[in-house]
T-cell receptor, first 114, second 114 residues
Framework: NAGVMQNPRHLVRRRGQEARLRCSPMKGHSHVYWYRQLPEEGLKFMVYLQKENIIDESGMPKERFSAEFPKEGPSILRIQQVVRGDSAAYFC????????????FGQGTRLTVV | AQKITQTQPGMFVQEKEAVTLDCTYDTSDPSYGLFWYKQPSSGEMIFLIY??????QNATEGRYSLNFQKARKSANLVISASQLGDSAMYFCAMREVGGFKTIFGAGTRLFVKA
């Protein structure tokens, strides 16, 4: 019964490149959440997806960031034309529902933009 | 708007002693859940304990207990018999019942001394 799997664990990109972060939810979970953690800060909500649908993306930057959760395969957080300020830990969480259910977190992807 | 406040950036505790990590919250929603997570230096987010706003008793999980004072809007984490492995960042978080955004505090870094 694998937990939430994120890969890669560490990602280094040069400014202007694209970063793709993947998240496979726990088995049986159809709700996925992405959070960003800047150094020495708490996690900040970015986007909430169910299969094939973006439910809320109020925490996503307006430009360069996108997320998807296709019918088959993992959820993808995509950052185009990365800048130094995108360097952070990106966490994915999944849950079976929203009604007070615990969200299980993955181990995070640490993005470093050089 | 929901808000979580953790006023202790860092805490020291002697091994085998108990320690309390403070958390206050603000919400206008009558139904919500409160969470504590541990983030060791390896970076993953580890769920520790959950308290529902309508739960009559304080939550406990092994050496962790949550001192929930609803009228004061506080949800302090108590760790009994501290161990060296408890040294980590600790985050208090909140989510409305039926909601999907988890709001995190800024965290408290706990140092356990031998």
């Amino acid at each position: 019964n694998a937990g939430v799997m994120q890969n890669p664990r560490h990602l280094v990109r040069r400014r202007g490149q694209e970063a793709r972060l993947r998240c496979s939810p726990m088995k049986g979970h159809s709700h996925v959440y992405w959070y960003r953690q800047l150094p020495e800060e708490g996690l900040k909500f970015m986007v909430y997806l169910q299969k094939e649908n973006i439910i809320d993306e109020s925490g996503m930057p307006k430009e360069r960031f996108s997320a998807e959760f296709p019918k088959e395969g993992p959820s993808i957080l995509r950052i185009q034309q990365v800048v130094r300020g995108d360097s952070a830990a990106y966490f994915c969480a999944s849950s079976a529902g929203t009604a007070n259910t615990e969200a299980f977190f993955g181990q995070g992807t640490r993005l470093t933009v050089v | 708007a929901q808000k979580i406040t953790q006023t202790q950036p860092g805490m020291f505790v002697q091994e085998k002693e108990a320690v309390t990590l403070d958390c206050t919250y603000d919400t206008s929603d009558p139904s919500y859940g409160l969470f504590w997570y541990k983030q060791p230096s390896s970076g993953e987010m580890i769920f520790l304990i959950y308290q529902g706003s309508y739960d009559q008793q304080n939550a406990t999980e092994g050496r962790y207990s949550l001192n929930f004072q609803k009228a004061r809007k506080s949800a302090n984490l108590v760790i009994s018999a501290s161990q060296l492995g408890d040294s980590a960042m600790y985050f208090c978080a909140m989510r409305e019942v039926g909601g999907f955004k988890t709001i995190f505090g800024a965290g408290t870094r706990l140092f356990v001394k031998a």
